[in-house]
Nanobody, 123 residues
Framework: QVQLVESGGGLVQPGGSLRLSCTAS????????MGWYRQAPGQQREPVAL?????????DYLDTVKGRFTISRDNAKNTVYLQMNSLKPEDTAVYYC???????????????WGQGTQVTVSS
């Protein structure tokens, strides 16, 4: 079992910055992918920034908020970050961390989700 703990959300003024973090613990062998999603009231959950790791060691990225949000990872700490700059009111949502891990000794993967952290951008 894998547990994800998120932190870093809060209330920020337009144009401000926040840095979200998500730390994974438990039975982790290989992380195949990591990412951040968000869900605003009345909206579907949407990807914000995703990173998938290929067998040759390369990384494929999907960025939906180009120029303002940046995803990063600290492998040693099993932690993924989302740096959010120039925040806008429309960025207000609950942000969720997602980590895809491979089961030991298999090619099966499981997705784990953080509890969500509220980001509110308002004056």
């Amino acid at each position: 079992q894998v547990q994800l703990v998120e932190s870093g959300g809060g209330l920020v003024q337009p144009g401000g910055s926040l840095r979200l973090s998500c730390t994974a613990s438990g039975n982790i062998t290989t992380i195949n992918a990591m990412g951040w999603y968000r869900q605003a009231p009345g909206q579907q959950r949407e990807p914000v920034a995703l990173a998938a790791f290929t067998s040759d060691g390369s990384t494929d990225y999907l960025d939906t908020v180009k120029g303002r949000f940046t995803i990063s990872r600290d492998n040693a700490k099993n932690t993924v970050y989302l740096q959010m700059n120039s925040l806008k009111p429309e960025d207000t949502a609950v942000y969720y961390c997602n980590v895809r891990v491979r089961r030991p000794g298999t090619f099966w993967t499981d997705d784990y989700w953080g509890q969500g952290t509220q980001v509110t951008v308002s004056s």
